[in-house]
């Protein structure tokens, strides 16, 4: 699992308010190298929770990038900073934690469990 | 990539060992996948450079093809663990980054518009029905340009309608209508081989 989609997911738990970020418990994290897209990335930056974003990096190991995007320009040496914590960090093993109700979605191998239990539906 | 090419690659990969009945378990062709997924990039642009929402990917065939067809990023969700090894290990074998969460499409909950395209072969709902309509409605709570969708050409009107009045799409297209060639794969397949009338639609959600 890697940051970019930990930034898109909620905890889905009926009756949970505080439904995002997941806090990440990290066990295994192995980085793989993905070719840089500046555009793509530019693109993303709008899209982004960057705190959530920030606090899984720390979770994960990484701990470059600034605690606020910056404004209008972004620079190159910010830029590869992002794409390390957005496409680069993976998730083997570990948990993510809904911060509101405790309930722990396992990750195995890369793949997070978001199944509920049928009386969390 | 040529779309042969792109066939190619698609059919080399490991499909279901034991296909689960129930979840409407079957594999997409190369033939369809590569044209789906050809048309979404080459006609609309939604696949390149563009993250890339695969529902119900199963052994990942059509996340494979957006991967090949350089979308950005490419997500699988389905419901089913063995399914997911499988599309992991069919990921590894072409050296594309997918990454994968199990859980159930329709209960998901996404922070809102989040992915660029949703790419799909949902079940067409002949176990549990409305399947196909709730997997729809899924894939348009979370898209921002466009849901591409197989749908029996069967439900052709009834998926228009509701898509426009309570799926919040802006419009809704059948982009081309194609056979789908199911071959015998549960006890209870009477013929060899079948083929359905399936539509390939093109979905462009409301800005939220």
Request: charged share 30%; hydrophobic share 40%; glycine share 6%.
């Amino acid at each position: 699992m890697r940051l970019i989609m930990h930034n898109m997911l909620t905890c889905n738990i009926k009756g949970v308010i505080n439904k995002s970020p997941l806090r990440i418990e990290a066990e295994k994290v192995i980085k793989k190298e993905v070719d840089f897209n500046p555009d793509f990335l530019r693109h993303m930056l709008a899209k982004i929770e960057w705190k959530a974003l920030v606090d899984g990096a720390r979770s994960m190991g990484y701990t470059e990038l600034p605690v606020h995007a910056p404004g209008i320009e972004s620079d190159e040496p910010f830029l590869r900073k992002f794409h390390h914590a957005l496409l680069e960090l993976n998730l083997e093993e570990g948990s993510l934690v809904c911060q509101e109700s405790g309930r722990k979605f396992p990750v195995n191998k890369g793949v997070p469990n978001m199944l509920l239990h049928e009386k969390e539906v | 990539m040529k779309l042969k090419q792109l066939e190619g690659f698609l059919g080399d990969l490991q499909q279901f060992s034991n296909p689960k009945v129930e979840l409407e378990q079957y594999p997409t062709g190369p033939h369809i996948a590569s044209r789906m997924l050809f048309t979404a990039e080459n006609s609309y642009g939604d696949i390149t450079d563009k993250v890339v929402a695969d529902f119900g990917c199963g052994c990942g065939t059509l996340s494979a093809a957006a991967a090949l067809l350089d979308a950005s990023c490419v997500i699988g969700f389905d419901v089913d663990p063995q399914s997911l090894e499988t599309a992991t290990l069919n990921a590894e074998e072409l050296e594309v980054e997918i990454d994968f969460v199990q859980c159930d499409v329709t209960k998901l909950e996404l922070k809102g518009q989040v992915v660029d395209t949703v790419v799909m072969n949902p079940p067409f709902g002949t176990r549990k029905k409305g399947a196909d309509m709730e997997f729809l409605s899924a894939a348009m709570k979370v898209a921002s340009r466009a849901v591409y969708s197989l749908h029996k050409t069967s439900t052709r009107e009834h998926i228009k309608r509701a898509a426009l009045r309570d799926f919040n799409a802006k419009s809704a297209e059948v982009i081309c209508e194609l056979r789908y060639d199911l071959p015998k794969l549960y006890k209870f397949h009477k013929r060899k081989e079948v083929d359905i009338a399936v539509d390939l639609w093109r979905f462009e959600p409301r800005q939220n």
